[in-house]
């Protein structure tokens, strides 16, 4: 069955709304771009996540101790959480065809704003689910070398160190975010 278009829905999404600098088709444009940037960056990440599932799971096979294998298990249990939490909370989502300028605005708004939060907010999803799986491996390495504990803590910073850069780098790209969050709300007041 095939939808005819309706003439008075197209007359009202082609009229020109008020305080909208930005073309619809510049709008597409934009939200078009960034969903397959959010696609990509997804598709890397669940890559990352199944690539340290698999290595994990190879370390298990051949761990000298017991806390080792739950310190692979525990990072395994992360890494599907986090795939699963990206899914959840930062999925790419497609614009609407049938919407009008401003529809279409307020929907881009929306997904910027709901990357933006994803993002900002990394340690509850994204980094904290790996500590249990990192703190059960500092014990698995202390018992198994007890006279190289400070090894351990070198370790400690670099990872510590690389959580601070991961956790930094997302805030970077939250305000990079609001930063376009801010434009389409120029755009949308005719600024």
Sequence with gaps: MTEHPNPVQELWQSQPVEGINMSLDEIRRRAARFEHRILWRNRRETAACVL????F???IVGAP???FRISYALFIAAMIWVGIQLHRKASARSLPAEM????????FRGELERQRKSIRNVWPWYLAPTIPGYLVLNVAWILARPGRWWAALVFDVFVSALFIGIWKLNLWGARCLQRKIDELNAAANGV
Excluded: E, R, S
């Design 52 to 55: 340290v599932c698999a290595m």
């Design 57 to 59: 799971g190879y370390f």
């Design 100 to 107: 009008g300028a401003y529809g279409a605005l307020q929907f």
């Design 65 to 67: 101790t017991v806390w």
